[in-house]
Nanobody, 123 residues
């Protein structure tokens, strides 16, 4: 499975971005997926995860009610809608997929990773 993340950019505080993660190589419709982020000098941090159907989701408390993870299995794509962005959301965002149906919050439980997309929140 190859994952291609896109949609990052520069946005002002309070703004919105939508990240996409397109999978290729095989369908990921039966796999859970997640988004993580990393700031230089810090460990990679869990952001959000979804189960295979999209019905079961998990969020880091700092993004709950601002971010929404979703998926379109017909398009083999995972999304992260980010609203009311804050400066502390600035990071490189990575999408990941695990070969199980249930979402997890620990990065080592994921099997495939995208290359990352930079999100910068600044005025």
């Amino acid at each position: 499975v190859q994952l291609q993340a896109s949609g990052g950019g520069l946005v002002q505080p309070g703004g919105s971005l939508r990240l996409s993660c397109a999978a290729s190589g095989r369908t990921i419709g039966s796999y859970a997926a997640g988004w993580f982020r990393q700031v230089p000098g810090k460990e990679r941090e869990f952001v959000a995860a979804t189960g295979w159907s999209g019905d079961e989701t998990r969020y880091h408390p700092s993004v709950e009610r601002r971010f929404t993870i979703s998926r379109d299995n017909a398009k083999n794509t995972i999304y992260l809608q980010m609203n009311n962005l804050k400066t502390e959301d600035t990071a490189v965002y990575y999408c990941a997929v695990r070969r199980f149906m249930t979402p997890r919050q620990i990065d080592r439980e994921y099997d495939y990773w995208g290359q990352g997309t930079q999100v910068t929140v600044s005025s």
